[in-house]
């Protein structure tokens, strides 16, 4: 399971939502009261988790929205190549290929043959976050 599905008055914002089928983290939520004629709405600002854009979206606050499901888990850098991150993951010994530029900022610094890292898999793509 990727995503599930939430309501829009349940999101606030550092909660995650997909729009246009990215993954996104909400930055922020502006909620209007109810009108004479319809339901209240919330307008929401989110930035892309793997590729930075800003999305916004204007939803009805009952609305369903996809929510992606974020798996955490430790894992070893094996190599590192000038596009991809070869790491194992901890739990299976698996080998998941990340590239370079799902790699957050400050871990790419740390990042050498061995060291310990945090990565996300979100919709079945991996984001290294940090080194542990």
Same mark, same amino acid.
């Given at each position: 399971?990727?995503?599930?599905?939430?309501? #829009? /008055?349940?999101?606030?914002? /550092?909660?995650?939502?997909?729009?246009?089928?990215? +993954?996104?983290?909400?930055?922020?939520?502006?909620?209007?009261?109810?009108?004479?004629?319809? &339901? $209240?709405?919330?307008?929401? #600002? $989110? *930035?892309?988790?793997?590729?930075?854009?800003?999305?916004?979206? &204007?939803?009805? %606050?009952? $609305? @369903? #929205?996809?929510?992606? %499901?974020?798996?955490?888990?430790? $894992? @070893?850098?094996? &190599?590192?190549?000038?596009?991809?991150? @070869? #790491?194992?993951?901890?739990?299976?010994?698996?080998? %998941?290929?990340? +590239?370079?530029?799902?790699?957050?900022?400050?871990?790419?610094?740390?990042?050498? +043959?061995?060291?310990?890292?945090?990565?996300? @898999?979100? *919709?079945?793509?991996?984001?290294?976050?940090?080194?542990?």
């Amino acid at each position: 399971m990727t995503t599930r599905y939430a309501e #829009v /008055g349940e999101l606030k914002e /550092g909660s995650y939502i997909v729009i246009d089928g990215e +993954p996104c983290r909400v930055v922020e939520i502006e909620k209007s009261k109810t009108g004479k004629h319809g &339901s $209240a709405k919330a307008r929401i #600002v $989110a *930035m892309g988790i793997f590729d930075g854009v800003k999305r916004t979206v &204007s939803l009805p %606050v009952d $609305a @369903q #929205v996809e929510v992606p %499901v974020i798996e955490k888990f430790t $894992a @070893q850098v094996l &190599s590192i190549a000038s596009d991809f991150v @070869q #790491v194992m993951d901890m739990r299976n010994y698996r080998t %998941v290929e990340v +590239p370079v530029k799902h790699v957050e900022e400050e871990a790419r610094k740390g990042l050498a +043959p061995g060291v310990e890292v945090e990565v996300w @898999q979100i *919709m079945d793509r991996h984001k290294i976050i940090r080194v542990k």
